[in-house]
């Protein structure tokens, strides 16, 4: 399964975007996930979401990031409202039969929120 992730780009502090990620394959039997890497640091899990429809998220975006898939468009997104100046990295979507999926990722879309 190959996945492109695109939406990224440059938005004000207090701005939203919609991240998508697009499968070549079905990925109704995959977890799912956003993570993101900011310069000079590691890479974040930041979102979640279960084969089932279950969802996790990392502190720093609850409340504020949310994560959703559309199994028949081979789909996955991230909504992100409220951006900060921190959410700013490149973001990655994954995919696998893991928890905490790792197997196929997409090659990153970079957020960069300005103040």
């Known amino acids: 399964v190959q996945l492109q992730a695109f939406g990224g780009g440059l938005v004000q502090v207090g701005g939203s975007l919609r991240l998508s990620c697009a499968a070549s394959g079905n990925i109704f039997s995959f977890n799912a996930g956003w993570y993101r890497q900011a310069p000079g640091k590691q890479r974040e899990l930041v979102a979640l ?4 429809g279950s969802t996790a998220y990392a502190d720093s975006v609850k409340g504020r990031f949310t994560i ?3 199994n028949a468009k081979k789909t996955l997104y991230l909504q992100m409202n409220s951006l900060k100046p921190e959410d700013t990295a ?18 990153g879309t970079l957020v960069t929120v300005s103040s």
């Open 49 to 52: 979401i279960s084969n089932q």
């Open 68 to 70: 959703s898939r559309d």
């Open 90 to 107: 490149v973001y990655y979507c994954a995919m696998g039969a893991l928890v905490v999926p790792n197997t196929y990722w997409g090659h």
